[in-house]
């Protein structure tokens, strides 16, 4: 659709210039959302390869495809800002000059473009961490089928997304009157169609990545409640991540990609654009807490005093005072064992080597009547061996 036709759609059915604008559409909402959840997600990344290089020195391509994916979405971050501040996001398109329509368009095509292949990165970033922990059997084949799923549809979609015209930079330039398809906007019915395919197809892959782990609560290793806690923690940010796609589906859906209930981008576009930026900052933070987590509360246990310890005195004999060190002469000093053993009666001094306590420290052995048992007992307990293992190579 040329720049003219597009205008004069958009003037059929105008808006209320006058209107208030939304919280999601002013300015310390977008900066605050997104600038506050990139940092959260360069810090959970930091930790992620500090982790992997420095601390187990086990990297691998989860690791390549999660900083690829936080680099994109950062300049897809860096896109939204500039388009809330020369492009004009959050106003009425047809308020904005020429010179801010086209920023909003190019700022818009660079955002979109890393968000739909963010997507994809994300998921595959995952699923390599899955194969990790699935070395054989059924979830490995289940994983593997689902990679090459989700890379096709990426590589798809991403295309699409980056080659809205022909040419490229007719998508921002309508005067050169170009050829678009899809997110292109050569009509409302396919840019709609396009971006709700995507988006229901992105929520179904969220669904399958973050179900196929939930094997792990079955695992035997996993039930101390400390394991438990954690990997439920995990999945309750996984829960979040799916909550939100499913949101920005349901946004999209009812204003059938910001032509609802007229035609205009800038107005109607940032609760998705919030969304989107949101989703993929969340999936970064929730690929990474298994990495850096485990080695980061590790180390805050040593720094942190976690358990209160109680000291207690009991004594064994029924006398006061017949210890060792509670015993000391007239001029302060304490008495010996030797010394100790010639204040006591003969009686006494049998009873003191019969004591329970005292044989066992001198016989270990001891199988005496009435006494305690001591030694060093091993129980192996033998289990079928699992076909994946949860440490990674």
């Not at 909003?104 to 739909?116: K, P």
């Not at 654009?273 to 690929?287: K, M, P, R, T």
């Not at 002469?329 to 001094?349: A, F, Y």
Request: glycine content about 6%.
């Amino acid at each position: 659709m040329a720049s003219q036709d597009l205008i004069l759609e958009m003037l059929r059915n105008p808006p209320d210039l006058n209107e208030p604008q939304p919280v999601p559409n002013r300015r310390e909402t977008i900066f605050g959302s997104l600038i506050s959840f990139k940092i959260l997600a360069c810090f959970a990344v930091f930790l992620r390869l500090y982790t992997r290089f420095v601390s187990v020195r086990k990297s691998w391509w989860d690791d390549f495809f999660v900083v690829l994916a936080f680099l994109m979405s950062v300049t897809g971050g860096v896109a939204v800002l500039l388009a809330d501040d020369r492009g004009g996001l959050g106003r009425h398109f047809l308020s904005l000059d020429s010179e801010q329509r086209r920023n909003y368009l190019l700022f818009f095509y660079i955002s979109n473009g890393t968000y739909v292949t963010n997507t994809a990165l994300i998921k595959i970033s995952l699923l390599f961490q899955y194969l990790r922990i699935f070395r054989t059997g059924t979830l490995r084949w289940i994983c593997l089928f689902l990679l090459a799923l989700i890379t096709l549809w990426g590589l798809v979609y991403s295309f699409l997304a980056w080659v809205p015209c022909f040419p490229v930079q007719g998508f921002w330039d309508r005067d050169l009157q170009p050829k678009c398809y899809g997110y292109g906007f050569s009509d409302i019915s396919s840019f709609a169609i396009t971006f709700e395919t995507h988006t229901a197809l992105n929520m179904a892959f969220d669904l399958a990545v973050f179900l196929t782990p939930l094997v792990l609560y079955r695992e035997p290793e996993l039930r101390l409640r400390k394991q438990l806690w954690a990997l439920t923690g995990l999945f309750s940010v996984g829960a979040v991540v799916v909550f939100i796609s499913v949101w920005r589906l349901f946004t999209i859906v009812e204003s059938k990609a910001a032509t609802l209930p007229y035609i205009d981008f800038t107005w109607n576009a940032p609760v998705p654009i919030i969304l989107s930026c949101l989703e993929i900052d969340l999936a970064i933070i929730c690929a990474s807490m298994p990495i850096f987590w485990p080695v980061l509360s590790k180390s805050l246990a040593q720094i942190i005093v976690l358990t209160e310890v109680r000291i207690t005195e009991h004594r064994r004999l029924s006398r006061g005072g017949e210890y060792e060190l509670e015993h000391s002469g007239r001029d302060g000093s304490i008495k010996s064992e030797t010394e100790l053993t010639r204040t006591m009666s003969k009686r006494e001094v049998n009873e003191h080597y019969r004591d329970r306590y005292v044989i066992e420290q001198v016989d270990p052995l001891s199988q005496g009547v009435g006494l305690a048992q001591t030694g060093v007992e091993t129980n192996i307990v033998g289990r079928k061996k699992s076909n994946w293992s949860l440490r990674g190579p």
